[in-house]
Nanobody, 121 residues
Framework: QVQLVESGGGLVQAGGSLRLSCAAS????????MAWFRQAPGKQRELVAG???????NNADSVKGRFTISRDNAKNTVYLQMNSLKLEDTAVYYC???????????????WGKGTLVTVSS
């Protein structure tokens, strides 16, 4: 069973940056999709950004131009660089992995426990 552990969350002012990391206990080569989701208080979990094993990204419209996902298969780690953070980016961010060609929540095979990102004014 692969475990995903997120880190890098915290408190940041609006306009600032954070980099989240997701370390896998095993090889991420086996996963077609690595992705970041987020869930804000009172809202449904949503896809933020994902990347296929071939390097094809899929970013939510709300973060395009601000967030960048990358995956380092050699380090079994996925990153989410978040720039120009806004108040509405406040959420718990989850790392997820799927062996299938899917971006859906139900299609993810493994989840991390999440890391909290709080953006203040």
């Amino acid at each position: 069973q692969v475990q995903l552990v997120e880190s890098g969350g915290g408190l940041v002012q609006a306009g600032g940056s954070l980099r989240l990391s997701c370390a896998a206990s095993g090889s991420i080569d086996n996963f077609y999709v690595m992705a970041w989701f987020r869930q804000a208080p009172g809202k449904q979990r949503e896809l933020v950004a994902g990347m296929t094993s071939g390097g094809r990204p899929n970013n939510a419209d709300s973060v395009k131009g601000r967030f960048t996902i990358s995956r380092d298969n050699a380090k079994n780690t996925v990153y989410l660089q978040m720039n120009s953070l806004k108040l509405e980016d406040t959420a718990v961010y989850y790392c997820a992995a799927s062996r299938r060609s899917t971006w859906s929540i139900s299609g993810m095979d493994h989840w991390g426990k999440g890391t909290l990102v709080t953006v203040s004014s």
